[in-house]
């Protein structure tokens, strides 16, 4: 992951990559999401208005939030794995990257929503109508219950390495922590086992991210 998230890359060539990998992680997920969803691909396919208006809320709204939702935890994996900017305490990058994706994720698509309205006609043109249609859209992404959630899991792909990361980190620093925990965290013998063990921790603190992001999302249809 270095090799293509380092802070001594070109700004451009960081983009790029960022871009490339948020592409990637879409691309099997809307594909899932639309085999899931009864009679979508036919819909899709038979009806020229409604393909081009999936591609372009793709384009418009799925591809910036997920590009950047991992553009910043990229940047943050790129910085907790400089060497030469250490950072002193990586827990602290999880307090910066859980309230940064909550925050982004919410606020980009209520933006997206109204800039939508304004330029395409979208919610009636209404802007009131399309900041109205936020929370609800969003409480339901979690449980991949509509293509929000595809974006959602989409930004697994830049949370998985840098909360790895942080993971082995605290954990390196921490030899007493290590020591007594490595059973519960250790599911297979060996250095697959240390392995295994991150992953499910990270995987835990993605779902953490998801309930509270959803849990925003209630309190915006509470509010409202």
């Known amino acids: 992951m270095t090799r293509f998230f380092n802070l001594d890359m070109p700004f451009w060539r960081f983009v790029g990559n960022t871009l490339i990998v948020s592409c990637l992680s879409l691309a099997p997920l809307l594909l899932f999401y ?6 979508f691909m036919t819909m899709l396919l038979e009806n020229g208005p409604a393909l081009s208006r999936f591609l372009r809320q793709v384009i418009t709204n799925g591809l910036p939030v997920v590009f950047v939702v991992n ?6 994996y790129a910085l907790m794995t400089d060497g030469r900017r250490a950072v002193r305490s990586p827990a602290l990058i999880l307090l910066i990257d859980l309230p940064a994706r909550i925050i982004v994720f919410v606020a980009l698509h209520g933006l997206i929503y109204v800039l ?6 979208s919610f009636g043109g209404d802007r009131l109508q399309a900041l ?15 293509i929000s959630g595809v974006y959602l899991y989409a930004t697994l792909v830049s949370a998985m390495p840098l909360y790895t ?19 519960r965290l250790q599911v297979l013998p060996g250095e697959a086992g240390k392995v295994v063990g991150r992953v499910v921790i990270a995987l835990f603190l993605f779902a953490i991210y998801a309930l509270l992001m959803t849990g925003l999302a209630a309190l915006i249809v509470w509010l409202v």
Do not use: H, K, M
Request: glycine residues 10%; neutral net charge; without cysteine.
């Open 34 to 39: 639309i085999a899931l969803t009864p009679g």
């Open 71 to 76: 553009y910043i935890s990229f940047f943050l």
């Open 116 to 121: 939508s309205a304004d330029w395409f006609g």
């Open 132 to 146: 109205a249609v936020v929370g609800p859209t969003l409480v339901r992404s979690a449980l991949f219950g509509n």
């Open 165 to 183: 990361a942080v993971i082995e980190r605290v954990l390196d620093e921490s030899p007493g922590l290590l020591a007594s925990q490595r059973r």
